[in-house]
């Protein structure tokens, strides 16, 4: 990094004061709603959070009334959101601040669900005040460009190590939630991944990258290779009633969520239906097949417990994946 500190936390800090976006989370202050937008937005754009987090506040309007809700209630809320571990370390941190009171400081709030070093640090600094650093992955990307650092980003866990002394040395202990908040802002908004805004960046002379001409280079991160796989589902219906199967609690993704059962292979004949979606660095081609309930490919999952008829009238108030609600409700309309 190029020049002084304290110039860059000023000039970060003004534009930050002059050209931060209007969110709802910033418009009205709180513990309880910085937590579930750094919950929210964890490996999720703000753009997808927005309608979510409106509707939830209106649901689960502070700790109290989220740590009484039912799990059920809380993953309906949720989803589409995906990433439903998310939403489960939610509501049990809140059972935990109504029980045990709330944190004091990062050490605290790491031992609590769901909490890891990043949301620790933002917590603590946004809500509480407190000069923690956070380090996401647009200040990964604002960092290794400040220094010209080309040290290949192996991991969040390994650059986080790596930066953490510059981040404390940058850090605006008198406005560090501000700080930190205009950081992530930066790297969210000008320092972007592809053509990064230089010319509207406040702090574009204390980058070595810039400087360099290296910043489109960098942060190096190495791909990942491509996992790709075909998973096929079953579209069983029984006049007005759907067959579903709801992974069990120990369940690595989606644990007490509703899906379209598994097939063990495509059945003869073109699907009703094929959508692809990523997840990490998995592409999954998914398609859904209409058979009969005496089909053998179905095997002996019509006796398991974990698949189960359920009325078309009672879908709503299943907790269904998202992805697999959206291809349901085509499918009816369709009039499969």
Request: proline share 7%; glycine share 6%; hydrophobic share 35%.
């Amino acid at each position: 990094m190029r020049g002084e500190f304290s110039d860059f936390r000023k000039r970060l800090l003004r534009w930050f004061d002059r050209e931060k976006r209007d969110l709802p989370w910033r418009a009205e202050t709180s513990l309880y709603r910085t937590v579930v937008s750094e919950f929210m937005l964890q490996q999720t754009q703000v753009e997808t959070v927005l309608p979510y987090f409106d509707r939830w506040m209106k649901r689960f309007p502070d700790f109290a009334s989220l740590a009484s809700a039912s799990e059920e209630a809380v993953l309906r809320e949720w989803e589409g959101l995906g990433y439903y571990s998310r939403a489960r370390n939610l509501h049990r941190l809140a059972r935990s601040i109504v029980e045990k009171g709330v944190p004091r400081d990062t050490g605290e709030w790491r031992q609590r669900p769901g909490i890891g070093p990043y949301t620790a640090a933002a917590i603590s600094s946004i809500a509480q005040g407190l000069p923690e650093p956070v380090i996401d992955g647009n200040v990964i990307r604002v960092l290794c460009r400040l220094n010209n650092d080309a040290g290949p980003v192996k991991s969040s866990a390994e650059a986080q190590k790596r930066l953490l002394p510059l981040a404390r040395e940058l850090m605006d202990d008198s406005r560090p939630g501000d700080f930190n908040e205009a950081l992530m802002e930066l790297g969210a908004v000008v320092c972007r991944k592809v053509r990064p805004a230089c010319l509207l960046c406040p702090v574009s002379d204390h980058c070595r990258a810039r400087a360099a001409g290296t910043q489109e280079s960098i942060p190096v991160i190495p791909r990942k290779a491509t996992l790709r796989r075909e998973v096929h589902r079953a579209w069983v219906r029984d006049g007005d009633r759907l067959l579903l199967h709801f992974n069990n609690e120990k369940a690595s993704r989606l644990a007490g969520m509703a899906e379209l059962p598994t097939l063990p292979k495509a059945p003869p004949g073109p699907p009703l239906l094929t959508r692809s979606r990523g997840i990490s660095s998995e592409r999954i081609r998914e398609s859904i097949h209409s058979i009969s309930p005496a089909d053998p490919l179905l095997g002996s999952c019509l006796s398991r417990p974990e698949t189960r008829w359920i009325a078309l009238g009672e879908l709503a108030s299943v907790s269904l994946s998202g992805p697999h609600r959206r291809w349901i409700r085509e499918l009816l309309r369709q009039g499969h």
